[in-house]
T-cell receptor
């Protein structure tokens, strides 16, 4: 079974530029998550999709971050404009069904973003 | 605001010893508890999940949960250098907006040959 795919793996941009990350979840997984992991910290949830609907975006900085999940499969996370403090690893995860308490999240390899 | 607390370490143990990693959480009605291992530069990988009080064993790993004390731990027996990584504790709440996974900052474990 293929895992969660993400691209690009690395991205270096200058502040005020825009950037987009792509994620393809495990086949059949209804729930998709985007996390931000700053060096030395645990992952922080940015947004959570159930199929193609947003179920939690309470920690997404909506003035600069946006995300979509068209057709309930692939997802794109965008930052525009980027700030220095956005330098982090952006992790995508997927799970079968968010409402099951045993539901398990599987992570992709992540995209390491450096903002100069 | 739910919180998950872990000692940041580093925790250093000799090869063959037992490594003990601890985690406390603030949301009393949390239902699900997970331990992820994260090697440097890699993404988190699930190694254990536990949902009820007591111990759960899987190979060299044992997860322990005490909901009354709001405490979950991970024991690694016969520690190997390949176990050197950051271990993340993650907790899921009971429902609604609390249903998301909240991670601790992780404990860095170093196993010395």
């Amino acid at each position: 079974e293929a895992g969660v795919a993400q691209s690009p793996r690395y991205k270096i941009i200058e502040k005020r530029q825009s950037v987009a990350f792509w994620c393809n979840p495990i086949s059949g997984h209804a729930t998709l998550y985007w996390y931000q992991q700053i060096l030395g910290q645990g992952p922080k949830l940015l947004i959570q999709f159930q199929n193609n609907g947003v179920v939690d975006d309470s920690q997404l900085p909506k003035d600069r971050f946006s995300a979509e999940r068209l057709k309930g499969v692939d997802s794109t996370l965008k930052i525009q404009p980027a700030k220095l403090e956005d330098s982090a690893v952006y992790l995508c995860a997927s799970s079968l069904d968010r409402w099951g308490y045993t539901d398990t999240q599987y992570f992709g390899p992540g995209t390491r973003l450096t903002v100069l | 605001q739910k919180e998950v607390e872990q000692n940041s370490g580093p925790l250093s143990v000799p090869e063959g010893a037992i490594a003990s990693l601890n985690c406390t959480y603030s949301d009393r009605v949390s239902q699900s508890f997970f331990w992820y291992r994260q090697y440097s530069g890699k993404s988190p990988e699930l190694i254990m999940s536990i949902y009820s009080n007591g111990d759960k064993e899987d190979g060299r790993f044992t997860a322990q949960l005490n909901k009354a004390s709001q405490y979950v731990s991970l024991l690694i027996r016969d520690s190997q250098p390949s176990d050197s990584a950051t271990y993340l504790c993650a907790v899921r709440g009971s429902g609604g907006s609390n249903y998301k996974l909240t991670f601790g900052k992780g404990t860095l474990l170093t196993v010395n040959p």
